[in-house]
């Protein structure tokens, strides 16, 4: 007997239809993988089985008996737990690092009344030591980065002891080697008879955990595939075109350059490296976290400092005080948690595609301090139909997205007006082939910028960039050189 089934499970959002007639079944010990477009469905089916709406129609058994979940808590009680891809909310700023991995612990008075400081290490490095991670217990929350903050969201749900855990994009912020173990960790729950629902756009990590693919597209069922997953295959069917045809053509030949870096340290006793990035020209910067990729970034941005070395941009001397000095002069940044670095809160006066995306803008547009929302909309509609952004018209939140269209809404941001360099941290996170394709064409369609990517993922960046550089403890390592304008031996 399967542990989990969903069968013929529909749900619309007003005269959308979300899912159709879907279904999916889930065996005890088993990692079944659910692939799908943004907008395919995939969220809306783990909101079903994660207790956060309810079908329209169809039923879902769980070991065999009636499943509906009033809520998430009630979800994890049943022994179904989710990992969300967002994880704003796993912990509160002000907070420690083993307060938030036993924050659930507290709301539902599973802690005694009285606890000491050394109690609650205790009891969180126990939920860490389960996991295999290791974080630092005492810092403040809101200091972690995405990667830590994802791992004690991982954590916390493997203390509850699930027969199922749903993980939504679980690596999506987190390093090759982090990836890795938690790939160790899925196998771990694996062999003790847990579940895993997987959700991911990556595709190693489907090769390496899933023995089953469900594909959804438009709210569908459309396929499925067993161990070994052929994942061309999986994929044209997922995005229903063949692959080869989205992927854009690559420039042979580069302008001058824009971003010069000489002799640049990150830190004082990291070693010094040179990088020019010229017009036309994208340049994918991997590592694993913490070895400097998004400290580089930032460092051009204006919200860090280099401790040594020179920068030019267009050949003159280049050192933003701050963000705002960056953009005026045509450097400007997509931050690696587009949840916290570029878009509004929910439900916070301009939320909507069309304020998102001026946000930056708004002293160039409106320089008499008169806002109108005409020119918003019609750049927002303008974004609309050039990256394929799935949304009714500009007014919309840009919450009711998914996260690739969320992503292209930000990039869009950075398309309203012209740049000289644009610089891109983890652009892909959370963003299926088909839109990943889209945002690719746009940040390879201006000859006339410089593109300098951060990313973790090896085959993201040599499926983006013309040339792809190794950083390591916090410098560039350059290892090889040739071709037109010093194009590196690994570029493709």
């Given at each position: ?12 959002f ?12 889930v ?7 659910l ?6 469905g ?20 769980l ?10 808590a ?10 969300h ?5 796993v ?10 991995l036993l924050?659930?612990h ?14 609650v290490r205790?009891q ?10 290791h ?10 980065g ?30 090759m080697?982090?990836?890795?173990r ?9 062999a003790r008879?847990?579940a895993?629902l997987y959700?991911?756009?990556r595709t ?11 594909i ?9 595939f067993?161990?070994p ?7 044209e ?16 030949r ?11 340290r990150?830190?004082?006793?990291s070693?010094?490296?040179d990088?020019?990035v010229?017009e036309g020209e994208?340049?994918?910067v ?5 070895a ?6 930032s ?10 070395g ?17 953009i005026?002069a ?6 690696e948690d587009?949840h916290?670095?570029s878009?509004i809160?929910a ?9 998102t995306?001026?946000l ?8 008499s301090?008169f806002?109108?929302s005409g ?10 139909n050039?990256?394929?952004i ?6 919309a939140?840009?919450?009711?997205l ?8 930000v990039?869009a ?9 644009l ?9 299926d082939?088909?839109?990943?394709q889209?945002i690719?064409a746009?940040?390879?369609?201006h ?5 300098l ?14 040339r792809?550089?190794?950083i390591?403890?916090?410098s560039?390592?350059?290892k ?10 690994e570029?493709?």
């Open positions: 007997m399967s542990l989990l089934v969903a069968e013929h499970v529909s749900h619309a007003g005269s959308t239809k979300a899912l159709t007639d879907s279904h999916l079944s065996e005890a010990g088993e990692v079944v993988a692939m799908g477009a943004n907008g395919a995939k969220s809306t089916l783990v909101k079903i089985l994660s207790g956060v709406i309810r079908p329209d129609a169809g039923r879902v058994t070991n065999g008996k009636p499943y509906a979940p009033e809520s998430p009630d979800a994890a009680t049943r022994g179904v737990v989710t990992v891809q967002s994880t704003d909310v912990g509160i700023p002000g907070l420690t690092v083993a307060d938030a924050l659930q507290y709301v539902e008075k599973r802690s005694p009344f009285f606890l000491s400081r050394a109690s205790r969180a490095r126990r939920v860490l030591d389960e996991a295999g991670f974080l630092p217990l005492d810092r403040d929350f809101a200091e972690l995405a990667a830590d903050r994802q791992m004690v969201a991982i954590a916390r749900a493997l203390s509850n002891k699930a027969e199922l855990l749903i993980l939504d994009e679980p690596t999506a912020s987190l390093s080697q982090e990836a890795s938690l790939y160790d960790i899925v196998r771990g729950l694996k008879g847990i895993v959700i991911s756009h190693a990590d489907l090769a390496a955990l899933a023995d089953r693919v469900v959804l597209r438009g709210g569908r069922n459309v396929g499925a067993s161990r997953v052929d994942f061309d295959a999986a994929i069917t997922m995005i229903g075109r063949p692959l080869s045809a989205a992927r854009p053509k690559k420039r042979e580069f302008g001058r350059p824009v971003i010069e870096l000489r002799g640049a990150l830190f004082p006793d070693a010094p490296f990088l020019v010229r994208v340049v994918a991997t590592g694993v976290l913490g400097g990729k998004s400290r580089l970034l460092s051009l941005f204006g919200l860090k400092r280099l401790a040594d020179e920068v030019l941009l267009d050949g003159k001397p280049y050192a933003p005080k701050n963000p705002e000095e960056a005026a045509g450097v400007v940044l997509a931050g587009r916290r670095s878009l809160p439900g916070w006066p301009g939320e909507t595609i069309a304020a995306i001026s930056p803008h708004l002293p160039r547009w409106y320089p301090g806002m109108f020119r918003e909309r019609r750049e927002g509609n303008l974004a609309i050039r990256l394929g799935k949304a009714l018209d500009a007014l939140s840009v919450w009711s998914s996260g690739g269209n969320q992503q292209k809404v990039i941001r950075w398309e309203a007006e012209p740049s000289r360099a610089l891109l941290d983890e652009p892909f996170q959370g963003v082939v088909g839109a990943r889209d690719i746009a940040i390879r369609a000859a006339d910028r410089a593109t990517i951060a990313t973790s993922d090896s085959e993201e960046a040599h499926e983006v960039a013309d792809v550089i190794e390591d403890h916090h560039l390592i350059d090889a050189h040739g071709g037109e304008n010093g194009q590196q031996e570029s493709i």
